[in-house]
């Protein structure tokens, strides 16, 4: 199994500002995901950061809104750049426990408030 | 794009009832389905994680079946508990997990 953590777990922004959020997994793992989820919704896949290489955004996500590093094999960051009440969500970040075929394990989430 | 449902959308019934939730999902392409629980303000927890090449797998009270041919898969919870009142998500994996809306269930004492 893979034990994550989030910073922070949650933060009220002010509209136009950013927000950088962390993930810290205690084991080495290629592949890390990034998962918003709005109020009342289900999760929405927003990148896949692979260590050494460029994240690869799903569709409605950009780079300028979401940029992602991905420095090392256990750590990420996902910035929420010039906010808007509408990115009010939980941020997620996940990792798989091992191989393309195990079980995915999710931090605790960042809960983001934009005024 | 894979494209999963969940029905229904909410459950309440008495402790000790058993649940039954399905899901469907529209590429049978995949890899394996897990089943998370979600709780209010939490993360995910995962539940059961069945492989494309398995019809079910159990674990305590919880009991997924998979048709990957025709796209579905049903978490049945047995004797269910108060504690079992959360979402409960599926997701199948083809190099990424694509979720449904959930299943929000109560389980009234």
């Known amino acids: 199994s893979a034990v994550i953590s989030q910073k922070p777990s949650r933060d009220i922004c002010q509209r136009g500002t950013s927000l950088t959020i962390q993930c810290q997994v205690d084991?080495?793992?290629?592949?890390m995901f990034w998962y918003r989820q709005q109020p009342g919704q289900s999760l929405t896949l927003i990148a896949t950061?692979?260590?050494?290489?460029?994240?690869?955004?799903e569709s409605g996500f950009v780079i300028d809104k979401f940029p992602i590093s991905r420095p090392n094999l256990t750590f990420s960051t996902l910035t929420v750049s010039n906010m808007s009440p509408e990115d009010s969500s939980i941020y997620l970040c996940?990792?798989?426990?091992?191989?393309?075929?195990?079980?995915?394990?999710f931090g605790p989430g960042t809960r983001l408030t934009v005024l | 794009k894979q494209e999963v449902t969940q029905i229904p959308a909410a459950l309440s019934v008495p402790e000790g009832e058993n649940l039954v939730l399905n899901c469907s999902f529209t590429?049978?392409?995949?890899?394996?389905l897990q089943w998370f629980r979600q709780d209010p303000g939490k993360g995910l927890t995962s539940l059961l994680l069945?492989?494309?090449?398995?019809r079910e797998q159990t674990s305590g009270r919880l009991n997924a079946s998979l048709d990957k041919s025709s796209g579905r898969s049903t978490l049945y919870i047995a004797a269910s508990q108060p504690g079992d009142s959360a979402t409960y998500l599926c997701?199948?994996?083809?190099?990424?997990?694509?979720f449904g809306a959930g299943t929000t269930v109560t389980v009234r004492a």
């Open positions: 590429d049978s392409a995949i890899y394996n």
């Open positions: 084991s080495q793992v290629t592949m």
């Open positions: 950061a692979n260590q050494g290489s460029e994240a690869t955004y």
């Open positions: 996940s990792v798989p426990g091992g191989g393309s075929t195990d079980t995915q394990y």
């Open positions: 997701a199948p994996w083809d190099y990424k997990l694509s």
């Open positions: 069945i492989q494309s090449s398995q």
